[in-house]
């Protein structure tokens, strides 16, 4: 089937060239008023002013006018695009087009056909790698660390279904100056064996993190010896590398426990992903590069990058701050293992591949920096780095800080989700977890990914109105209503090896029956299915998973006003509206999906 959308551009724009000698290209928006049509253009209002409105010499009043002649050349002629109805005009200039029924039918029968409807075929053309999550080791994964993990997850799988071959990696932070903290706290105030034997070892690890800043505060000098057992770790000393090895093994146990709540997995380094050390020997080759190409210069013992000055401020100051690349100690930094990584996924995945950073807004100049250096370096383009950002979870009048104890445990989050879940009358342990992660994931990812979340437990657990459940209710009560059908129509000795009974009754009917009437609230769900795969594109494009959790909520909601005021099954109609129930139904599921939420048949 054809991208309709584009054909409707591709026409419009065509005819506007016709009439007014102007090469425009046209965009369409979906009106807010459903009974302005499918499709909408306000061309004419943004651009033709008072000298361009006229039309071989004759002069226009009004962009209505011109409007009206467009919409009437397209409906009188042949160059009507051929799933459109018809075409409008209305006030103050607005040209809209209304798809056909038959169109919305047989795109109707396409979601009941296509095994894999909503998803494009793989391009080996297009690569990319989605970095997220991301948690340090020996530190809480808590609720902050779930924005990274699950924007990060379904901007993966919506590239996925969009046709890219998809990376996932999770960058621990499983190196660095904090492992020299800890490992000086546990030397100094810890005990390895109480440690091991604990239930959660990385509880018992923040725990000692906390108390090096609590004292730090009272004796800056400790803050020196942080850094002098960094710099043992990374110069090999034993003693060092044995406690951080415990550290990273303690943590990975209970991160795997998580991710498996969640539903998150990663594709790169065995599904463990490529954490900070993995580079900690390819650190050299990024030096020497730098160092090459005469980019590292020196500054009061530490190296850096300094940036060309920006002509477009006419300032004369620098593109952006110098970026460090080592300490005056020789150790590196998170751009040094940064650099260090890149410059290894060019080598391994191609010169083409895109690079998305799912990581927090407060990130972007260092971001910035980064790409640029990678630019002048000749590694990537523009259009191949880009840093997906998202606010954070804080509470009302302060900010969440691991190093002052103030923060929330993830795992307090889910176990606080499925006891929610449970009380809302989930069926059982396994549908509760379902329903209750289903529930703290669709809560984030409806936002704007940029905005900040104040806290509240009533707020991020929310299980009634625009809420995960409500769109997992829907989609069991879809799969209830295909269930009594079957009910209804037994298994007949011709069918019996076929799995699905009513697969010919649910999808082959008849769409040029001419005795099928459709219902006002028919037509708007079959015009909200008919967007699925149009969103799908919008979402992957925009890295917005909150555009696919609109259109649900919007699909829901028309579904459910159709089986409130319509009877499907005995009804007239039984075969087409069972048909709409069932695509309804996949489309929830393949959203749901893509979003890492979970579809029970049963609620």
Same mark, same amino acid.
């Given at each position: 089937?054809?991208?309709?959308?584009?054909?409707?551009?591709?026409?419009?724009?065509?005819?506007?060239?016709?009439?007014?000698?102007?090469?425009?290209?046209?965009?369409?928006?979906?009106?807010?008023?459903?009974?302005?049509?499918?499709?909408?253009?306000?061309?004419?209002?943004?651009?033709?002013?008072?000298?361009?409105?006229?039309?071989?010499?004759?002069?226009?009043?009004?962009?209505?006018?011109?409007?009206?002649?467009?919409? /009437?050349?397209?409906?009188?002629?042949?160059?009507?695009?051929?799933?459109?109805?018809?075409?409008?005009?209305?006030?103050? %200039?607005?040209?809209?087009?209304?798809?056909? &029924?038959?169109?919305?039918?047989?795109?109707?029968?396409?979601?009941? /056909?296509?095994? &894999?409807?909503?998803?494009?075929?793989?391009?080996?053309?297009?690569?990319?790698?989605?970095?997220?999550?991301?948690?340090?080791?020996?530190?809480?994964?808590?609720?902050?660390?779930?924005?990274?993990?699950?924007?990060?997850?379904?901007?993966?799988?919506?590239?996925?279904?969009?046709?890219?071959?998809?990376?996932?990696?999770? *960058?621990?932070?499983?190196?660095?100056?904090?492992?020299?903290?800890?490992?000086?706290?546990?030397?100094?105030?810890?005990?390895?064996?109480?440690?091991?034997?604990?239930?959660?070892?990385?509880?018992?690890?923040?725990?000692?993190?906390?108390?090096?800043?609590?004292?730090? +505060?009272?004796?800056? &000098?400790?803050?020196?010896?942080?850094?002098?057992?960094?710099?043992?770790?990374?110069?090999?000393?034993?003693?060092?590398?044995?406690?951080?090895?415990?550290?990273?093994?303690?943590?990975?146990?209970?991160?795997?426990?998580?991710?498996?709540?969640?539903?998150?997995?990663?594709?790169?380094?065995?599904?463990?992903?490529?954490?900070?050390?993995?580079?900690?020997?390819?650190?050299?080759?990024?030096?020497?590069?730098?160092?090459?190409?005469?980019?590292?210069?020196?500054?009061?013992?530490?190296?850096?990058?300094?940036?060309?000055?920006?002509?477009?401020?006419?300032? %004369?100051?620098?593109?952006?701050?110098?970026?460090?690349?080592?300490?005056?100690?020789?150790?590196?930094?998170?751009?040094?293992?940064?650099?260090?990584?890149?410059?290894?996924?060019?080598?391994?995945?191609?010169? @083409?591949?895109?690079?998305?950073? &799912?990581?927090?807004?407060?990130?972007?100049?260092?971001?910035?920096?980064? $790409? /640029?250096?990678?630019?002048?370096?000749?590694?990537? =383009?523009?259009?191949?780095?880009? *840093?997906?950002? *998202? %606010?954070?979870?804080?509470?009302?009048?302060?900010?969440?800080? !691991?190093?002052?104890?103030?923060?929330?445990?993830?795992?307090?989050?889910?176990?606080?989700?499925?006891?929610?879940?449970?009380?809302?009358?989930?069926?059982?342990?396994?549908?509760?977890?379902?329903?209750?992660?289903?529930?703290?994931?669709?809560?984030?990812?409806?936002?704007?990914?940029?905005?900040?979340?104040? $806290?509240?437990?009533? +707020?991020?657990?929310?299980?009634?109105?625009?809420?995960?459940?409500?769109?997992?209710?829907?989609?069991?009560?879809?799969?209830?209503?295909?269930?009594?059908? +079957?009910?209804?129509?037994? =298994?007949? +000795?011709?069918?019996?090896?076929?799995?699905?009974?009513?697969?010919?009754?649910?999808?082959?009917?008849?769409?040029?029956?001419? @005795?099928?009437?459709?219902?006002?609230?028919?037509?708007?769900?079959?015009?909200?299915?008919?967007?699925?795969?149009?969103?799908?594109?919008?979402?992957?494009?925009?890295?917005?998973?909150?555009?696919?959790?609109?259109?649900?909520?919007?699909?829901?909601?028309?579904?459910?006003?159709?089986?409130?005021?319509?009877?499907?099954?005995?009804?007239?109609?039984? /075969?087409?509206?069972?048909?709409?129930?069932?695509? !309804?139904?996949?489309?929830?599921?393949?959203?749901?999906?893509?979003?890492?939420?979970?579809?029970?048949?049963?609620?």
């Amino acid at each position: 089937m054809k991208d309709i959308k584009q054909e409707i551009i591709a026409v419009l724009k065509s005819v506007i060239k016709d009439l007014t000698d102007q090469e425009i290209v046209p965009q369409l928006e979906h009106p807010v008023d459903e009974n302005h049509g499918d499709y909408a253009s306000n061309i004419v209002l943004t651009s033709f002013n008072d000298k361009l409105l006229s039309i071989k010499d004759k002069k226009l009043k009004t962009p209505l006018d011109l409007a009206q002649i467009i919409a /009437e050349k397209l409906n009188h002629s042949s160059l009507i695009p051929n799933p459109c109805e018809k075409v409008e005009a209305v006030k103050p %200039g607005f040209i809209n087009f209304f798809l056909s &029924e038959e169109y919305l039918l047989s795109n109707l029968k396409k979601v009941l /056909e296509k095994k &894999e409807y909503g998803s494009k075929v793989q391009d080996p053309n297009k690569k990319v790698i989605v970095e997220y999550s991301s948690p340090n080791i020996a530190k809480p994964f808590t609720v902050g660390h779930l924005r990274s993990t699950i924007i990060g997850d379904a901007v993966a799988n919506l590239l996925d279904a969009n046709g890219w071959k998809v990376y996932r990696d999770n *960058h621990l932070g499983d190196w660095g100056t904090q492992f020299g903290k800890q490992i000086y706290a546990i030397k100094t105030w810890g005990d390895e064996e109480k440690i091991e034997k604990s239930k959660n070892p990385v509880k018992e690890l923040v725990a000692l993190y906390i108390k090096f800043h609590e004292e730090a +505060e009272k004796n800056p &000098e400790l803050e020196e010896k942080a850094r002098e057992w960094f710099k043992k770790l990374e110069d090999g000393d034993l003693q060092a590398r044995k406690l951080w090895k415990k550290c990273v093994d303690w943590s990975l146990k209970e991160f795997e426990t998580i991710y498996k709540k969640l539903g998150v997995k990663f594709t790169e380094n065995n599904g463990l992903g490529f954490g900070e050390s993995f580079f900690e020997d390819k650190i050299k080759g990024v030096l020497d590069e730098l160092n090459s190409k005469k980019l590292l210069k020196e500054s009061e013992g530490a190296k850096l990058v300094f940036f060309d000055k920006d002509p477009s401020t006419g300032s %004369g100051q620098a593109k952006f701050p110098p970026l460090m690349i080592m300490k005056k100690d020789g150790a590196s930094l998170y751009a040094t293992r940064d650099l260090a990584t890149d410059k290894f996924r060019l080598k391994k995945y191609g010169k @083409n591949v895109v690079i998305i950073n &799912e990581v927090g807004v407060e990130q972007t100049l260092y971001f910035r920096q980064l $790409f /640029e250096v990678e630019k002048m370096l000749g590694w990537y =383009k523009e259009e191949q780095r880009i *840093h997906k950002r *998202h %606010g954070h979870y804080r509470f009302k009048e302060t900010k969440m800080s !691991t190093r002052r104890g103030n923060t929330i445990w993830l795992t307090d989050v889910l176990e606080e989700a499925i006891k929610r879940a449970e009380k809302l009358g989930s069926e059982g342990k396994e549908i509760a977890q379902k329903v209750g992660i289903g529930a703290l994931k669709w809560n984030d990812l409806k936002r704007t990914s940029e905005q900040d979340i104040v $806290f509240d437990w009533d +707020e991020i657990l929310n299980m009634q109105g625009d809420s995960g459940p409500y769109i997992q209710y829907t989609f069991a009560r879809t799969q209830s209503v295909l269930g009594k059908s +079957e009910i209804r129509n037994p =298994k007949s +000795e011709a069918n019996s090896n076929d799995q699905n009974p009513n697969k010919k009754k649910v999808s082959n009917f008849d769409i040029r029956d001419s @005795n099928l009437s459709l219902e006002d609230e028919e037509i708007m769900l079959l015009r909200a299915i008919n967007r699925f795969q149009e969103v799908i594109e919008q979402a992957g494009e925009k890295f917005a998973p909150n555009i696919l959790c609109n259109y649900l909520f919007d699909l829901a909601q028309k579904f459910n006003l159709f089986y409130q005021k319509h009877k499907i099954l005995e009804s007239e109609n039984e /075969e087409f509206r069972l048909a709409l129930t069932k695509a !309804t139904g996949i489309i929830i599921k393949k959203g749901l999906f893509l979003l890492g939420i979970e579809s029970p048949e049963k609620m």
